[in-house]
């Protein structure tokens, strides 16, 4: 159910979701399968598609959106939001962008190494670049200064957060512009419309922004 929103395979969903919802009460199973009618549980919401708990962890997030909203290419083949941190998987065209634009953003971003992965955490906050080895890390991050003073903050960071959560349906980063979430190409208003306030896997906050598809040749 998750898998349009996050770019996720089967392989990667169940070790994510799969024993959670092995413990749904049949009560609950049925709100997910949409046999009863009514606002669906939100462990159900939580377990499926978890939005982060934390304002710290959302303002990374939405820091993340911000700087991808800058590229116009793909950047994402994958995310798994987790409640405590959000795992992406990049383009690799992309990847060095993708970090020098947060860093701009977020100024203090400290960055661990791990395997095969990175750790970029500020405060509490934590985001995970998977398939990441330390001499790329390095590569990316060669000859780069990092910004003495952050550039302005994004907002409002929860439905930011909330869209780096389903970033996927967009075939490119989405981007918030005088009152409006516009994206390029991809797919329509209404279908997005739909997607964004699905009962299970939509956004769990209003959205307060005009949705807007735009080709290339109305792109402002």
């Known amino acids: 159910m998750r898998r349009p929103y996050t770019g996720e395979p089967q392989w990667a969903v169940e070790p994510e979701v799969g024993a959670a919802l092995a413990d749904l009460s049949p009560l609950e199973l049925a709100h997910l399968l949409g046999h009863i009618s009514g606002p669906v549980p939100e462990r159900v919401r939580r377990i499926v598609l978890p939005d982060a708990l934390s304002s710290a962890q959302q303002s990374l997030e939405a820091a993340v959106f911000t700087a991808a ?5 793909p950047v994402f083949w994958m995310v798994q939001p987790r409640p405590d941190q959000i795992r992406l998987s990049l383009m690799p065209d992309v990847s060095a962008d ?11 971003l400290v960055s661990r190494p791990i395997g095969m992965h990175v750790f970029l955490e500020h405060g509490p906050a934590t985001v995970v670049l998977t398939g990441v080895g330390a001499d790329r890390w390095a590569a990316w991050m060669d000859d780069f200064t990092v910004p003495a003073a952050p550039a302005s903050p994004p907002a409002p960071s929860l439905l930011l957060s909330s869209l780096l959560r389903r970033i996927c349906l967009f075939p490119l980063p989405p981007r918030v512009e005088a009152g409006e979430l516009r994206w390029q190409d991809g797919p329509t208003t209404e279908w997005v419309s739909a997607a964004l306030a699905h009962p299970v896997t939509g956004l ?9 598809a735009q080709s290339p040749t109305t792109m402002r």
């Open 204 to 212: 769990s906050v209003a959205l307060p922004l005009k949705l807007a």
């Open 69 to 73: 909203s800058t590229i116009s290419r």
């Open 98 to 108: 993708l970090v020098r634009a947060l860093y701009s953003l977020v100024p203090g």
